[in-house]
T-cell receptor
Framework: GDSVTQMEGPVTLSEEAFLTINCTYTATGYPSLFWYVQYPGEGLQLLLKATKADDKGSNKGFEATYRKETTSFHLEKGSVQVSDSAVYFC?????????????FGQGTRLTINP | DVKVTQSSRYLVKRTGEKVFLECVQDMDHENMFWYRQDPGLGLRLIYFSYDVKMKEKGDIPEGYSVSREKKERFSLILESASTNQTSMYLC??????????FGEGSRLTVL
C-alpha cells in the first residue's frame, strides 16, 4: 500500500538556521502531497500542499517541491524562528471508496532554540 | 473558518469501560475521519465515513466502532477499553479535495 517516510527526529536548530525535513513516498498513481504542522497542544493544520509533479507548495516561508522522479517532497525554510517549533507531518492522498484519505508519515519534532 | 470540535480534550477511563468520543464539524463536509496518534507511529486511520450512515474501516479498526447518524457528527466508540488504546485521538473532516481539517484532539488514558 501507499506509504510515507520522514526523516527521524527530533531535530534541534538555532534560530535563523536553514531547515530541511526529508519526506519520501511510495504510491501507485499520482497522489497529492501535503505537509501538516502540529503546534503544542493543538490539532494538525495544513501547512502547504502540491497536487502534481513539479508543483511547489509554499506558506509562512516554508516550501516543498513535488519531485516525481525521486518520489520526494522535502520541506525547507531558509531561516527558522522559535515559533516554528512543532511536529511536522508529511502526507499523501489516497482515494478509497470515493473519499480522499491521507496517509501520514511518522512526524518529525522540530525544536528551535533562541 | 472550518471548525471541527471534539467533545473532550482529556479523558481517563478504566479497562473494560465503554468510551464515546464525539466529533462535530460545521462546514457540511461529506467525509469524516478518526485517526489515532502515537509517538513514532504518526497518525493511523481507524475509521472513516463518506456519507451519513456509511462507514469504512481504516488501517487499525480492531477494538473500535463508529456511528454517523447525522452529516455533521461522527462518533468513535470503544466497546471495552483496553490499556493499549491509551492514545491521542484526532477527528478530521474534508471535502473531496484531499485537505483535512482537524479537531484539537482527545487524549484518552485507560487505566
Amino acid at each position: 500500500g501507499d506509504s510515507v517516510t520522514q526523516m527521524e527526529g527530533p531535530v534541534t536548530l538555532s534560530e535563523e538556521a536553514f531547515l530541511t525535513i526529508n519526506c519520501t513516498y511510495t504510491a501507485t498513481g499520482y497522489p497529492s502531497l501535503f505537509w501538516y504542522v502540529q503546534y503544542p497542544g493543538e490539532g494538525l493544520q495544513l501547512l502547504l500542499k502540491a497536487t502534481k509533479a513539479d508543483d511547489k507548495g509554499s506558506n509562512k516561508g516554508f516550501e516543498a517541491t513535488y519531485r516525481k522522479e525521486t518520489t520526494s517532497f522535502h520541506l525547507e525554510k531558509g531561516s527558522v524562528q522559535v515559533s516554528d517549533s512543532a511536529v511536522y507531518f508529511c502526507a499523501l492522498s489516497d482515494v478509497l471508496k470515493g473519499a480522499q484519505k491521507l496517509v501520514f508519515g511518522q512526524g518529525t519534532r522540530l525544536t528551535i532554540n533562541p | 473558518d472550518v471548525k471541527v470540535t471534539q467533545s473532550s480534550r482529556y479523558l481517563v477511563k478504566r479497562t473494560g469501560e465503554k468510551v464515546f468520543l464525539e466529533c462535530v464539524q460545521d462546514m457540511d463536509h461529506e467525509n469524516m475521519f478518526w485517526y489515532r496518534q502515537d509517538p513514532g507511529l504518526g497518525l493511523r486511520l481507524i475509521y472513516f465515513s463518506y456519507d451519513v450512515k456509511m462507514k469504512e474501516k481504516g488501517d487499525i479498526p480492531e477494538g473500535y466502532s463508529v456511528s454517523r447518524e447525522k452529516k455533521e457528527r461522527f462518533s468513535l466508540i470503544l466497546e471495552s477499553a483496553s490499556t493499549n488504546q491509551t492514545s491521542m485521538y484526532l477527528c478530521a473532516s474534508s471535502t473531496n479535495t484531499g485537505e483535512l481539517f482537524f479537531g484539537e484532539g482527545s487524549r484518552l488514558t485507560v487505566l
